[in-house]
């Protein structure tokens, strides 16, 4: 893949990103957003977050943690990625701890209904 193909690619993902944060920032499921820009300087900041976090937990060797006890890690380091990118990014906030568990699981749950809703129309 050239780089320009792959620049394009990520600015969709963060782009769609964006969107969910968005979303479930209107929710008010512990997350507020001031928009669609602080979204999406959100979503990159998390997405870096979550780059970063991802290497050190296979530094770690937490990487094969599998089952209930791998959701419940994931959630939770989810939440702490969100609750870091709340305090980092001016318009997005995120309310607590338990708000930003909440706001996790609304963003994977609003992530995947948009994928499966735009599956079925492509498909």
Do not use: Q, Y
């Not at 977050?49 to 937990?57: F, K, M, R, T, Y």
Request: hydrophobic share 70%; no cysteine.
């Amino acid at each position: 893949m050239n780089i320009v193909g792959m620049i394009i690619g990520l600015l969709i993902v963060a782009l769609f990103s964006a969107v969910i944060i968005w979303i479930v920032g209107k929710l008010g499921l512990g997350l507020e957003v001031d928009g669609f820009g602080p979204a999406f300087v959100g979503a990159i900041v998390i997405a870096v977050l979550n780059l970063v976090a991802g290497w050190i937990i296979g530094r770690l060797g937490l990487a094969s943690i599998a089952g209930w006890l791998g959701a419940v890690v994931h959630l939770v380091l989810a939440a702490i990625v969100l609750m870091l990118a709340g305090s980092w990014v001016k318009g997005l906030r995120v309310n607590g701890f338990v708000g930003a568990l909440v706001a996790a699981v609304a963003i994977a749950v609003v992530g995947f209904l948009i994928t499966w809703g735009l599956a079925s129309v492509i498909a």
